[in-house]
């Protein structure tokens, strides 16, 4: 499949990852242990940790959550996409994750931590301790949202890698409705609450124009370039595509649909159909990849790429 991919484009992305969703198993890799920022696909962890403390009980889908100051401050950042949380606004923990996944809203991923773990910090500690569980041992999180750091160095910030988070991925198909949110293609924030909604568009734009997909997330900053972690079921089957790091949206967008039809092609014949009885152990996963390759500033530090509207 790989000579294949090559003999009819040469790829454009720092790495790449095809899998079913059934079973796991690798259909298509290219660098899939390079290391980069995912940008806005690190909600996807925000939200399975967000389902741990659900099934505990900590919080609810209706529970409300207060809009605090450091919240509606995220929102504010240079280009950081939002739905303009305000001080004293008050909105339940689904409508929040509807903006987190549709509008890929930073201050909602933001107040959705806040609000769950106590602070930000301790949220972002579960969110490590959920990937060691999931054997993602090669993906450091130090947000909820993606945004890049302020000293703008990419070894300051998210970090993972295309195996990684299919990995995770996988987890989220299996064990939560994680497509509940991320198959919606349009939706209002705030109905009900303010007097004029934001009007949220998805920025998947393979949902409606390539068969079977419905979900799971892009992502972008100058320094994560494109990103997309994509499911899609056809015929009962599932695979999973995760790429990250192409130039623009639209090179992005067509890759990874050549990847998901290539990918439904190597399906074995008579595999089961995917379902959460399918769902195995986490486990470790592939040796430590080599350093992720970066920009470098003049103290020889690696940089992110910016400024760039992040979170899309």
């Not at 969110?127 to 302020?150: D, I, V």
């Not at 998805?202 to 972008?220: A, E, M, R, S, Y």
């Not at 067509?254 to 439904?264: D, P, S, V």
């Not at 470790?284 to 992720?292: T, V, W």
Request: aromatic letters at 6%; one cysteine or more; proline letters at 8%.
């Amino acid at each position: 499949m790989a000579g294949a991919l090559s003999a009819h484009t040469a790829p454009s992305y720092k790495g790449a990852i095809a899998t079913d969703a059934s079973t796991g198993a690798v259909l298509f890799e290219e660098n899939a242990n390079a290391v980069s920022p995912p940008a806005s696909m690190t909600k996807l962890m925000t939200y399975a940790v967000l389902c741990d403390e659900i099934r505990k009980g900590s919080i609810a889908l209706d529970t409300p959550v207060a809009v605090t100051a450091e919240d509606a401050r995220v929102g504010m950042q240079k280009d950081s996409t939002a739905v303009w949380l305000k001080q004293g606004e008050v909105f339940p923990v689904e409508e929040l994750i509807y903006a987190m996944f549709i509008q890929s809203a930073n201050d909602a991923a933001y107040a959705l931590a806040h609000r769950a773990g106590g602070t930000v910090g301790a949220f972002v500690a579960m969110m490590n301790a959920k990937a060691r569980e999931l054997g993602m041992l090669h993906s450091t999180f130090r947000t909820p949202h993606g945004f890049p750091p302020p000293t703008r160095r990419i070894a300051d910030g998210d970090l993972t890698t295309p195996r990684d988070f299919s990995v995770l991925c996988r987890y989220l198909l299996l064990h939560t409705d994680i497509l509940k949110y991320t198959s919606v293609k349009t939706r209002p924030f705030g109905a009900g609450v303010r007097l004029q909604p934001v009007q949220m568009t998805n920025h998947n734009h393979l949902l409606g124009k390539i068969q079977g997909v419905d979900g799971l997330k892009t992502g972008f900053t100058s320094g994560a370039g494109f990103c997309l972690a994509a499911t899609a079921q056809r015929d009962g089957r599932r695979i999973i595509v995760v790429m990250m790091d192409s130039p623009d949206s639209r090179t992005r967008d067509l890759n990874a649909q050549e990847l998901i039809t290539r990918a439904f092609a190597s399906l074995p014949l008579g595999g089961k159909p995917f379902g959460q009885s399918q769902a195995d152990p986490p486990g470790p996963q592939e040796p430590p990849p080599a350093a992720p390759a970066a920009d470098s500033a003049p103290d020889g530090a690696p940089v992110v790429r910016y400024p760039g509207t992040a979170g899309r």
